[in-house]
């Protein structure tokens, strides 16, 4: 058997909360709108991959999903301009990334970075 996708649910009443975030600024498309949901993705080819963690990386939490972008500049500056909280402030990490931790509209701990 070989995986094909893994999808990420996160259950919430105002699925139009979603766009700003993860479309407009991610600039993740719309893959599936049937109304009660909707799937946001990207054509790009990606790794399949799944972690299990007791930390975060530099003694921060766990986050609950990771998003490896190509400009971890911008994406920090889009989100901070916008008003979404920033839990980890952009830092260039010693295993090799630069990363920061926000606060999607969900309240879902997201860790933007880039490979440095």
Do not use: C
């Amino acid at each position: 058997m070989k995986v094909k996708r893994i999808t990420v649910n996160i259950a919430t009443e105002d699925i139009g909360k979603a766009k700003q975030f993860y479309q407009d600024i991610l600039n993740l498309e719309v893959l599936m709108d049937h109304g009660w949901i909707v799937t946001y993705g990207s054509a790009e080819q990606m790794d399949v991959q799944i972690s299990f963690a007791s930390e975060g990386g530099n003694s921060t939490r766990v986050p609950d999903l990771s998003i490896e972008v190509d400009e971890v500049d911008m994406a920090y500056d889009q989100l901070k301009t916008a008003g979404f909280v920033i839990e980890y402030e952009l830092t260039n990490e010693p295993w090799g990334v630069r990363r920061f931790y926000v606060r999607d509209p969900f309240g879902r701990l997201v860790n933007i970075l880039s490979h440095l």
